[in-house]
């Protein structure tokens, strides 16, 4: 059966992703970052969505704890305010002080290994350009670049296999991934979006708002619990 990697974050898009990576046929192996975020509780959700997927005795948790010692996020740094909705807390920068300094270039390296050593031919990962277009890191152009890099650094790549990175949702509306969810049964009241990472999802950070919307535009109601 062709096997496919799933960064897990335990978010409403990555999750997605494990539905649809399934839904294409794929042996999905999810794999999930603890960078000393913040949003601490996102990686016990991502164990959630990995049982409720079956793939728990295969779900590999890295640590990547020195992205907190770097700090220069308000996701990893205690001292930086994450910011209410409509507001980037950046200073003199269009990017979002939630942004955290080369954190999708990390996850996709570590990825890569992990889907060559076992023979996968997909990475998926949750990026959406429309909704985080501040992030760099997001952006359609910074995937295409990591897989040329991919190609060249690997045995596979150079043989002629080279892995792929699915973004199947970079271009997608919230409501349009939620809709899509839906349809593929997705678990999202095992799903966390909030940055602060309390026990109920604070709803004015940006991304609980942005969650929030695209469960009304899509016209059904968020299952999990807001303060």
Avoid at 85 to 112: H, Q
Avoid at 158 to 181: F, S, Y
Avoid at 196 to 201: H, K, L, S, T
Wanted: aromatic letters at 8%; proline letters at 5%.
């Amino acid at each position: 059966m062709k096997k496919a990697v799933v960064i897990l974050s335990g978010g409403l898009d990555s999750t997605t992703c494990m539905g649809m990576a399934q839904d294409a046929g794929y042996d999905v192996y999810p794999i999930t970052f603890d960078y000393g975020q913040r949003q601490r509780r996102e990686i016990e959700n991502a164990r959630q969505v990995a049982e409720f997927y079956k793939t728990a005795s295969r779900h590999k948790v890295i640590a990547l704890g020195f992205l907190k010692e770097f700090g220069g996020s308000a996701l990893t740094d205690e001292s930086i305010e994450v910011p209410p909705a409509g507001e980037s807390g950046a200073v003199d920068s269009d990017i979002p002080v939630t942004y955290v300094p080369g954190r999708n270039l990390l996850f996709l390296s570590i990825a890569t290994s992990y889907a060559e050593t076992i023979g996968a031919e997909a990475i998926y990962i949750g990026v959406n350009a429309l909704d985080y277009s501040g992030y760099p890191d997001c952006r359609p152009e910074f995937i295409r670049k990591v897989e040329e890099v991919m190609a060249l650094a690997t045995r596979v790549g150079v043989e002629g296999g080279p892995i792929r990175i699915e973004t199947p949702l970079i271009h997608w509306t919230k409501a349009e991934i939620i809709r899509e969810g839906m349809r593929l049964g997705v678990p999202y009241h095992l799903t966390t979006s909030c940055y602060n990472g309390q026990e109920e999802a604070c709803g004015v950070c940006d991304s609980c708002r942005l969650r929030l919307k695209g469960f009304d535009e899509a016209g059904t109601a968020d299952p999990i619990a807001y303060q």
